[in-house]
């Protein structure tokens, strides 16, 4: 495996994790937008968000949420014609899995399209935390983990992004040959370490999580 190219030195008072959309619709196989390989990535997400409490680093969970009276859909009911349905407030799969359930002092916000810093709070959260380093994990690895990490760059901040711990899915023939989950994976993490910022796993992480608090 070659040298990366960056590895930020993470400091717990300036970090955070951010976990995106594990929430019942995409992470439960009754779930509408069923994501199948985010079964794998919830043990070390539930790892990581442990070790970040101990740290008192902040754990904050994004939701994809709408109204769901088509008021604030806009071009993703173009692509979704359900999704006012799917992902409504008053809708039970909007909330996160039980396995991964905030506690108290965690942070929830809740986004209507795929970047977490859209029309949200999350910037304000951040900083008047004074964070600069994120933590990224949960799911679709190159949709809205993706679009969250490209718009936290462009906010300078450091990423890291967790390599066992983001999801990507499969995608059918839309005249280009079919993409498995796999293929997604591996060039959107390629394409974070080679252009947003630092790749590695969730074990990693925890390790200097600990070892900074020594």
Known sequence: MSKPLVRWALQPSRSAVVVVDMQKVFCEPQGALYVPATAAIVQPIAALVEAARAAAVPVIYLRHVVRGDGSDTGRMRDLYPNVDDILARD????????????????????????????????????????????????????????????????????????????????????????????????????????????????????????????
């Open 91 to 214: 809708d039970p799969g909007i909330e996160i899995i039980e396995a991964l359930a905030p506690r108290a002092g965690d942070v929830v916000v809740d986004k209507l399209f795929y970047s977490g810093f859209h029309n949200t709070d999350l910037d304000t959260v951040l900083r008047v935390r004074d964070i600069d380093t994120l933590i990224v994990c949960g799911t679709v690895t190159n949709v809205c983990c993706d679009t969250t990490i490209r718009d936290a760059v462009h906010r300078e901040y450091k990423v890291i992004v967790l390599s066992d711990a983001n999801a990507a899915m499969d995608y059918p023939d839309l005249g280009w040959g079919r993409v498995s989950a796999a293929e997604v994976q591996r060039v959107a993490l390629t394409t974070f370490a080679y252009e947003f910022g630092e790749v590695t796993t969730s074990g990693d992480v925890i390790d200097r999580l600990v070892s900074a608090g020594r």
